[in-house]
């Protein structure tokens, strides 16, 4: 299962289910992907595809809801 916490701007940011305990999200938009870690600092630890620009908008998008994602991540995954 992977919920999806938001879309935005046509990308999907969700998480896969019981991958890891540190908070982070994933992103995903036309065959393209990354993952973020909201802790201990917003971070790309993977770009499957994505621009540059397209990098720097979902970065503003994460760190527009980071508290959100976190929160939602630690009651996904307890």
Not at 16 to 29: G, L, P, Q
Not at 36 to 41: D, H, N, R, T, Y
Not at 55 to 68: C, D, G, P, S, V
């Amino acid at each position: 299962m992977s919920p999806t916490f938001i879309y935005e701007k046509g990308y999907r940011f969700y998480i896969w289910s019981n991958e890891e305990t540190r908070a982070h999200v994933h992103i995903y938009k036309d065959n393209n992907g990354a993952k973020i870690w909201l802790e201990p600092k917003i971070e790309i630890v993977e770009n499957r595809g994505f621009s540059e620009n397209e990098l720097k908008q979902i970065l503003q998008i994460t760190k527009k809801n980071e508290i959100e994602f976190k929160r939602k991540y630690r009651e996904h995954i307890g």
